[in-house]
């Protein structure tokens, strides 16, 4: 079964300063990796997502994330961080896209962005 | 894009109650979709596979005679918490995938926050 792990539960970062979150998967195959950001009390939003091609995935909101086969990894990555930045960030991969259960997505226990003035 | 929403976003029940949450694919049709359960600063756990036109496939230690799925059309999938206790306070979320032209992105509700007394 597949996993993913988020090695951060908590980052705080200066305004302007830039970021890095990690995400680790485990599956056997290549997955479909995908972001999402939550604000408190609300559903998730698609920053980006990784299905084939270049490893270098652009997304919204001047996010970018790198899939990197040999460590395992899709780590999100931001130039310079903005206070509307702070919020939760989910790491998740999907099985397949063959159709049915397929579709349903693993999450990364998330981490909590704090951004200081 | 495509659009899945929920209803009710917030609701409050006495424990021993039934209450009904629906997930509904506005522009777009959904012969499967998943329901997530979000406890809070926690991240999304699978409950079940909602299947239009047959049983729900639920996922291991999810009751199924407690949480009722039902696939009524290719837009509605609705969730019945039965018998509702305090532990069954949570942030209920809802998906479906997109069509393949959406290539394989999921989409989200913005959630239901059930709250039992």
């Known amino acids: 079964a597949q996993s993913v792990t988020q090695p951060d539960i908590h980052i705080t970062v200066s305004e302007g300063a830039s970021l890095e979150l990690r995400c680790n998967y485990s599956?056997?195959?290549?997955?479909?990796l995908f972001w999402y950001v939550q604000s408190p009390g609300q559903g998730l939003q698609l920053l980006l997502k990784y299905f084939s091609g270049d490893t270098l995935v652009q997304g919204i909101k001047g996010f970018e994330a790198e899939f990197k086969r040999s460590q395992s990894s899709f780590n999100l990555r931001k130039p310079s961080v903005h206070w509307s930045d702070a919020a939760e960030y989910f790491c998740?991969?999907?099985?397949?896209?063959?159709?049915?259960?397929?579709?349903?997505?693993?999450f990364g226990k998330g981490t909590l962005l704090t951004v200081n003035p | 894009g495509a659009v899945v929403s929920q209803h009710p976003s917030r609701v409050i029940c006495k424990s021993g109650t039934s209450v009904k949450i629906e997930c509904r694919s506005l522009?777009?049709?959904?012969?499967?979709m998943f329901w997530y359960r979000q406890f809070p600063k926690q991240s999304l756990m699978l409950m079940a596979t909602?299947?239009?036109?047959?049983?729900?496939?639920?996922e291991q230690g999810v009751e199924k005679d407690k949480f009722l799925i039902n696939h009524a059309s290719l837009t509605l999938s609705t969730l019945t918490v039965t018998s509702a206790h305090p532990e069954d306070s949570s942030f209920y979320i809802c998906s479906a995938p997109g069509t393949p032209a959406i290539y394989n992105e999921q989409f989200f509700g913005p959630g239901t926050r059930l709250t039992v007394l």
């Open positions: 998740a991969v999907q099985k397949g896209n063959s159709g049915g259960s397929n579709y349903k997505l693993t």
């Open positions: 599956y056997g195959a290549t997955p479909y």
């Open positions: 522009d777009f049709q959904a012969t499967t």
């Open positions: 909602s299947n239009e036109g047959s049983k729900a496939t639920y």
